[in-house]
């Protein structure tokens, strides 16, 4: 489902960085969301997925954050040099594979514009009376954008500006953590993959762009059980395209295995899972499986498809 929304308010929060508040053009209610959602905006030529960054109770507005991204594919440009006040765009449907968990304490690590996501769940902690910290790094503290807001937290809060303080110590943050913690983290590809070279022992992460893939690429099968069709999928092409170009619709967005929109039910044969959305536990289940990147580890896969 997509929603047609307006840009009802554009402005700057840091260097390379603007929010947007979208709103249906004739008033009235969004669906309903959680702490750690998403959305794809539908940009001319390019479709992106933003989290939320707002308030979860204001069912009037979905607010996000765009950060200007100087090696990207045009769609973070568009939105800071293009779209305006007024401006209508194609909106999806809030999705969430970064859903806040019960612990009973947190520790939320942020790189960058890596905060969006986390903004919500420090305000449903924080009402909520647990124990929580965040670090929140950045290049630059001209660039860390809501850190007038996250100021209000006090000590709860602490800012680090790489030009001031390096990289965040991870291995030092995670050993002072206690048991129960709950481990959130999101930010740029080197963050994510120190952290889970770490291994503590209950970590969420989120990318916003696609995990490395270093894996080999071999030929396989895949059957699609509503007609028992069997399709080769050549090595150098994703089940996705091969789906596709088989006539089938299959619901896909970032194609980059980061936001979730083509998962498919899996009826047989082991996936090789190349995403950056199922759990570890998600994964050994192989009860779902993403066409985009994801391959298989068996001669065939039997799609529920």
């Not at 929603?3 to 260097?15: F, G, N, Q």
Request: aromatic share 6%; with cysteine; net charge negative.
């Amino acid at each position: 489902m997509t929603l047609e929304l307006v840009v009802d308010r554009k402005e700057k929060l840091a260097d390379g960085v603007v929010r947007l508040t979208l709103r249906p053009p004739g008033g009235g209610l969004l669906p309903s969301w959680e702490p750690g959602a998403h959305v794809d905006l539908h940009l001319p030529g390019f479709v992106r997925q933003y989290s939320l960054c707002g308030d979860p109770s204001d069912a009037s507005a979905y607010v996000v954050a765009v950060l200007r991204e100087t090696d990207g594919r045009g769609g973070s440009a568009y939105v800071h040099d293009s779209l305006s006040t007024g401006d209508r765009l194609e909106v999806s449907a809030p999705r969430n594979h970064f859903a806040l968990v019960d612990a009973e304490r947190y520790l939320f690590l942020a790189g960058g514009i890596g905060i969006t996501p986390i903004l919500p769940m420090l305000d449903r902690v924080a009402r909520s009376g647990r124990d929580w910290q965040l670090v929140y790094g950045g290049r630059t503290r001209a660039s860390m954008a809501f850190t007038e807001d996250l100021a209000s937290y006090g000590d709860r809060v602490t800012f680090r500006p790489q030009d001031e303080h390096g990289l965040l110590d991870l291995p030092t943050l995670l050993a002072a953590t206690q048991p129960g913690t709950a481990v959130y983290c999101c930010g740029p590809e080197p963050l994510l993959a120190a952290l889970e070279a770490l291994k503590p022992a209950d970590l969420h992460v989120e990318r916003f762009t696609a995990r490395p893939d270093e894996g080999l690429r071999t030929a396989f099968e895949v059957e699609l059980a509503g007609s028992g069709r069997v399709l080769p999928v050549p090595a150098d092409r994703s089940i996705l395209d091969v789906v596709e170009e088989a006539g089938l619709t299959v619901l896909s967005s970032c194609r980059e295995g980061t936001c979730g929109t083509c998962e498919t039910g899996v009826l047989g044969g082991e996936p090789d899972h190349r995403d950056s959305v199922l759990t570890a536990d998600e994964r050994l289940e192989n009860e779902v499986m993403m066409l985009c990147v994801s391959r298989a580890c068996s001669p065939r896969l039997v799609l529920d498809l």
